[in-house]
């Protein structure tokens, strides 16, 4: 099956700084999403992005299909975006394969 | 419009015992997939259900099993509790199979003794 990972595994940052969060996957792929996951667990959609760039106020994302990447872009941190970070991509199998995650601090 | 909702959030069980989660998806979608996700781990997939068929598995053994209705809410069914079954259950719904974004529920946790 389709291999994700996730890099770095933790990432420490003071607030306000900026930080790339990536993803490479094995295959190509129909469908790639982050997520963000907050204390209780819920997996807050974050990004839908096969391919191409989409922003959202301070977060980012660019998936470049034919490499096998995507990269989640945060700036200005806040000690809100504190948490796990997937990436899960989906060949068209009706079956989203996770990352390892990265794990965020930031630290007022 | 609706997110999809889980119930019980969180329960505990003795291994050997059975127990149902439920998950129902949120509005205009007609497909649910679930998830296990052990700690400190991302999310498995278990399985897929669209139209009310399983379409599609992931390498968890048959004491897992599913159902959807005609309303397009889902339960997820485990056999035989084992200690290593303790883990967060994630339901998630999508408007299409294979290319839907994936909506996650709050998660059902489940702790095994």
């Known amino acids: 099956g389709i291999q994700v990972e996730q890099s770095p595994p933790d990432l420490i940052l003071q607030e306000g700084a900026n930080s790339t969060l990536r993803c490479n996957f094995s295959?190509?792929?129909?469908?790639l999403q982050w997520f963000h996951q907050n204390p209780w667990g819920q997996l807050i959609n974050l990004f839908y992005?096969?391919?191409g760039t989409k922003q959202n106020g301070r977060l980012s994302a660019t998936t470049v299909a034919t490499e096998r990447y995507s990269l989640l872009y945060i700036s200005s941190s806040q000690t809100t975006d504190s948490g796990v970070y997937f990436c899960a991509v989906d060949p068209n199998a009706g079956k989203s394969t996770f990352g390892d995650g990265t794990t965020l601090t930031v630290k007022p | 419009e609706t997110g999809v909702t889980q119930s019980p959030t969180h329960l505990i069980k003795t291994r050997g015992q059975q127990v149902t989660l439920r998950c129902s998806s949120q509005?205009?979608?007609?497909?649910v997939s679930w998830y296990q996700q052990a700690l400190g781990q991302g999310p498995q997939f278990i399985f897929q259900y669209y139209r009310e068929e399983e379409n599609g598995r992931g390498n968890f053994p048959p004491r897992f099993s599913g159902l959807q209705f005609p309303n397009y809410s889902s339960e997820l069914n485990v056999n035989a509790l084992e200690l290593d079954d303790s883990a967060l259950y994630l339901c998630?719904?999508?408007?299409?199979?294979?290319?839907?974004?994936?909506?996650f529920g709050e998660g059902s946790r489940l702790t095994v003794l």
């Open positions: 295959d190509s792929v129909n469908n």
């Open positions: 992005i096969p391919s």
């Open positions: 998630a719904s999508s408007f299409d199979r294979g290319t839907g974004e994936l909506f």
């Open positions: 509005s205009g979608h007609n497909t």
